[in-house]
């Protein structure tokens, strides 16, 4: 494995600093820490506050910004952040408004998270979450759904920040994020694993000829390994899945997300995205927001997701739509 | 290798339908060419025109918007469109102002763009052009310069772009983009080769732990295969190289662009970043306008390029700045 790197030990660090120097007149980073943030925060809203491991970039630093996120907390490549860091981040970004954690569903991330929020609650801060859980996979055993956290989170960043600018409370943040997130359902597929820096194992391999529906992003196994098809093919798949999810007649007015796993090129996203335009087309299904590219990526792996929403409210296009200076979403 | 397409006759269209999809608030195509073209080109300027073959994305149809390009005239996978397509492309976008090419240094590129260019003053329009050879690699044999087109073409597409739209005579144009690109310099390296949909050979092989500088975006050799190095040894050996093709403090002030090649994550153009600022730092160049991502990729290629651009007019640094709604520069 070929990896750009200096160190494994300064990863965090190195690439914190490459993306806040890069950013600089959006972005403030703690030095040593994995806390980044707005430059300036509003004293009037709500604090929006997100993370996870590194090695889904721009996930979730290329969020912060205008109408979105105001501080990402990362951890190492694929690991979250500390809950003492996410406390620290809490009390620093602290405006008395209330804080709303967006939390993607893993075990690890719920655990510091949860833990950093029952810590800030003690000292006396107001702090609330919501879980993402948009992943559609399924256990190739029992058939259980993984319901992990993966590329819909995006959508929650963007709908709840526009929501936290137009001044909603942390009751009515929460309240709406849990009307937007069970809309919000994703799939994905693999070409090839992650191979992130030899810090965690590789969970499954590809013969040459293979491709894995239903991976995760941390190069966790999918529900079934096949052949390699064509776009076309791959986009009934994951279309056909992602539709059984809704109710009859419930996805009329959708919101599209094709995204890179981060070492696919956008060229095949481009045909993939053509074969999902004609499929939801048959389906009489009206896609007005639609998002092509790398959002939040699973390191290196050549593969990609595909995500829906549900528009069940005008409210939440104009949330989707309007402008943000959050570099991986304008 | 796996590739997700439909049918190796089809990419061009699927890719160009799949892109105008996405982006159709902003971008129109006609359907069965390689044009696609700014919704609205405006009467009052010179028109610009660049192009090329498909596989580089979001290059070129990424940068058609506001104060970037009209139009962008895309071929099959690494292969140059047709002159009868660039030629229609001149005449369709014709608004009186005169039409400007830019066209990136490749024997097959030049012949296509210049011949369309020839074909449309015989019918009394008014066309010129200038050609981006940014590049810095070497012939390994006989160390001659390469001077082949590439990620440094974004800003010339940026800087004219933006000239353009103040509305610079495409005289002055032709002038700006003649002083500006002999300021651009580029340099890339590959830890694997691409791999283009089996329609070109692979030109290279690299060994599990070697890596190529100098190589170019159509997976052309580069001057030097060595083993793999860690991110900082790799700034060294590009920013040293770009260095000495400036004069003496000609390179005091500068715009910076990590450019992705299509197969690399985020994550470590962040890092490799960060040990060209500090490069650049030790250098005390001011580094006035910095990017990082995909910009010009060589479809899926594991690897990088780097590109430096003196900022000689303080107009040059405005251009850069200017918002624009083009999809891969926003």
């Known amino acids: 494995m070929k990896q750009l790197i200096n160190s494994r ?44 491991g590194c090695g889904h970039e721009p996930a979730h630093v290329g969020y912060i910004g205008e109408n979105m996120l105001d501080c990402a907390v990362m951890g190492a490549i694929f690991e979250p952040p500390a809950s ?10 602290y405006n008395g408004q209330g804080t709303l954690l967006i939390i993607k569903n893993f075990e690890k991330d719920l655990a510091s998270f949860l833990e950093a929020e029952r810590l800030a609650k003690a000292k006396g801060l107001t702090v609330s979450h919501v879980i993402v859980d948009d992943d559609c996979s399924i256990e190739s055993g029992t058939f259980e759904k993984r319901r992990r956290g993966v590329a819909g989170t995006v959508f929650v960043h963007k709908i709840l920040g526009a929501a936290a600018a137009e001044g909603n409370s942390l009751d009515e943040l929460k309240t709406l994020g849990e009307q937007v997130i069970p809309l919000i359902k994703t799939l994905g597929v693999a070409f090839s694993p992650a191979s992130p820096i030899g810090v965690i194992p590789q969970q499954y391999e590809l013969a040459e000829n293979e491709m894995y529906f239903g991976i995760g992003i941390h ?13 076309e093919r791959i986009a009934v798949e994951l279309v056909n899945k992602l539709k059984q999810q809704y109710e009859r007649k419930e996805l009329r007015k959708a919101a599209v997300l094709v995204n890179g796993l981060g070492g696919i090129p956008l060229l ?28 939040l990526t699973a390191y290196n792996t050549n593969g990609l997701s595909l995500t829906l929403l549900t528009i069940k409210e ?13 570099f991986g979403w304008k």
Chains 1, 2 share one sequence.
Do not use: C, H
């Open 9 to 52: 030990g300064q990863i965090r660090q190195q690439l914190l600093a490459g993306l806040t120097y890069t950013y600089n007149d959006t972005l403030t980073w703690q030095e040593k820490t994995g806390i980044v943030t707005k430059k300036t925060i509003s004293k009037d809203k709500v604090v929006l506050i997100s993370g996870g």
């Open 84 to 93: 003492s860091e996410i406390l620290q981040a809490i009390e620093q970004t």
């Open 219 to 231: 190069g966790e196994p999918g529900y079934r390994i096949e052949t390699m098809q064509s776009s």
């Open 268 to 295: 095949e996203l481009s045909v993939f995205m053509n074969d999902v335009q004609q499929l939801l087309d048959i389906e009489d299904i009206d896609v007005v927001y639609k998002r092509m590219g790398n959002f």
């Open 314 to 326: 005008d409210k939440w296009l104009d949330y989707l739509r309007i402008p943000t200076d959050a």
